[in-house]
């Protein structure tokens, strides 16, 4: 085996237990938690229509076409004043959350896998 093919397995194993470990952190938390890390601006939210493991994939790997792709989409945002607000009412307001330095990736599953139109 050639020393590049030997790389591109040891990547792929490295992305492979990477996805695994992404995938075991994904949880449901509470708005509550969520404050210090909105106070931090640290909060990403992720469209329901995008896997949230696939994001926080792409963010620790550095795959800026593909970030900068779902920006520009309104598919990766940041919470707005608004949504904080909302949200602050209803402190037990559950999201599915994925923590990837020093981001914390949120999906609402309220909004089903269609989430809001884009």
Request: zero cysteines; aromatic letters at 4%; hydrophobic letters at 40%.
């Amino acid at each position: 085996m050639t020393e590049g093919g030997g790389r591109r397995t040891e990547n792929l194993t490295m992305t492979q237990d990477l996805r695994t470990e992404l995938t075991n952190m994904v949880g449901p938390v509470e708005w509550h938690n969520l404050l210090p890390h909105a106070a931090r601006d640290n909060l990403v939210i992720v469209n329901p229509g995008l896997d949230l493991v696939d994001v926080g994939l792409a963010i620790a790997g550095d795959n800026v076409t593909a970030v900068n792709r779902w920006i520009r989409e309104a598919l990766v945002t940041k919470p707005t004043a608004e949504q904080l607000t909302e949200w602050d009412r209803d402190r037990s307001r559950q999201f599915q959350a994925l923590i990837v330095q020093p981001y914390v990736l949120i999906q609402d599953p309220a909004l089903g896998s269609s989430g809001p139109p884009v």
